[in-house]
């Protein structure tokens, strides 16, 4: 395992190559190509924050709207800071569980390192994310938002762990689903569940108390405050402690992931 696991750093230069040519597949033939990367975090944006913002606080009697979604309240910097690295994390894992499957001919090749797929997916959708990040820049500046250099040198190290763990997933999930094809299926629900029980569209302080051991147990829980805390919430980094433990745990959870794609690797020819 450890063997296969060092032969990927000779596979960077195919890596790479297969990150341009899906990033350059997923706008063929359309008319504002990459400028999708910048619309649909955008839409999505604009939707949420209309249901949340507008909608939903109506569900309340007057004198008991939520504060936290109240002006002025930036509600809608509050939720890119979020829903930008779970977008991010959700396409990736969507696409992992199919990748395999749908590169059956490059698999079925002895010397292809099949593992590569999923990680080419999850650096595809990376690079989205940082196509949107331009876009969160450009809010934080109009909201005036109180982040500090200290703060964001904090940044990067929350964007590795978020790449960790999200690879992990995406070989895990790219492994079983070969031999279960409902896992697909049961991935969409559990992720529209997990996006809910994140503190993404609410502040994780108004989380229910019976949630609240939820929260904590929650990975993607601490990636989330920490970009809200990173980007929005005035005040110094808490949360760093919280990030350092997720950050070793994926080391140890992308470890176990690979053992597995490895174990299974052999019959993924038979199967796809």
């Given at each position: 395992?450890?063997?296969?696991?060092?032969?990927?750093?000779?596979?960077?230069?195919?890596?790479?190559?297969?990150?341009?040519?899906?990033?350059?597949?997923?706008?063929?033939?359309?008319?504002?190509?990459?400028?999708?990367?910048?619309?649909?975090?955008?839409?999505?944006?604009?939707?949420?924050?209309?249901?949340?913002?507008?909608?939903?606080?109506?569900?309340?009697?007057?004198?008991?709207?939520?504060?936290?979604?109240?002006?002025?309240f930036p509600y809608a910097l509050f939720l890119f800071c979020g829903i930008l690295p779970w977008t991010w994390f959700s396409s990736s894992l969507n696409e992992a569980a199919g990748v395999l499957i749908s590169g059956g001919n490059l698999i079925k090749?002895?010397?292809?390192?099949?593992?590569?797929?999923?990680?080419?997916?999850?650096?595809?959708?990376?690079?989205?994310?940082?196509?949107?990040?331009?876009?969160?820049?450009?809010?934080?500046?109009?909201?005036?938002?109180?982040?500090?250099?200290?703060?964001?040198?904090?940044?990067?190290?929350?964007?590795?762990?978020?790449?960790?763990?999200?690879?992990?997933?995406?070989?895990?999930?790219?492994?079983?689903?070969?031999?279960?094809?409902?896992?697909?299926?049961?991935?969409?629900?559990?992720?529209?569940?997990?996006?809910?029980?994140?503190?993404?569209?609410?502040?994780?302080?108004?989380?229910?108390?019976?949630?609240?051991?939820?929260?904590?147990?929650?990975?993607?829980?601490?990636?989330?405050?920490?970009?809200?805390?990173?980007?929005?919430?005035?005040?110094?980094?808490?949360?760093?402690?919280?990030?350092?433990?997720?950050?070793?745990?994926?080391?140890?959870?992308?470890?176990?992931?690979?053992?597995?794609?490895?174990?299974?690797?052999?019959?993924?020819?038979?199967?796809?």
């Amino acid at each position: 395992m450890l063997g296969n696991l060092a032969r990927l750093i000779r596979y960077r230069g195919l890596i790479q190559t297969l990150v341009a040519r899906e990033l350059k597949a997923r706008y063929r033939g359309s008319v504002l190509g990459f400028f999708w990367s910048f619309i649909n975090p955008l839409l999505l944006l604009l939707i949420y924050t209309y249901v949340f913002a507008y909608i939903m606080p109506t569900r309340f009697a007057e004198g008991e709207q939520p504060k936290p979604f109240a002006d002025p309240f930036p509600y809608a910097l509050f939720l890119f800071c979020g829903i930008l690295p779970w977008t991010w994390f959700s396409s990736s894992l969507n696409e992992a569980a199919g990748v395999l499957i749908s590169g059956g001919n490059l698999i079925k090749k002895v010397l292809f390192p099949a593992e590569v797929l999923p990680i080419v997916t999850t650096l595809a959708n990376m690079v989205h994310f940082f196509l949107g990040l331009p876009i969160l820049a450009a809010f934080l500046i109009y909201y005036r938002a109180p982040v500090t250099v200290g703060e964001l040198t904090w940044f990067p190290v929350i964007v590795l762990v978020q790449l960790l763990f999200t690879l992990a997933l995406a070989l895990l999930v790219a492994a079983l689903t070969v031999h279960f094809r409902d896992i697909r299926d049961i991935l969409a629900n559990v992720l529209t569940l997990w996006f809910f029980a994140t503190p993404i569209i609410y502040p994780w302080k108004r989380a229910p108390d019976f949630g609240k051991w939820f929260v904590n147990a929650n990975p993607f829980s601490h990636l989330a405050i920490s970009y809200q805390e990173v980007l929005f919430f005035e005040g110094p980094f808490g949360h760093w402690r919280w990030l350092l433990v997720i950050g070793v745990m994926s080391v140890v959870f992308f470890l176990f992931a690979y053992f597995v794609f490895d174990r299974l690797r052999d019959t993924f020819a038979e199967e796809v």
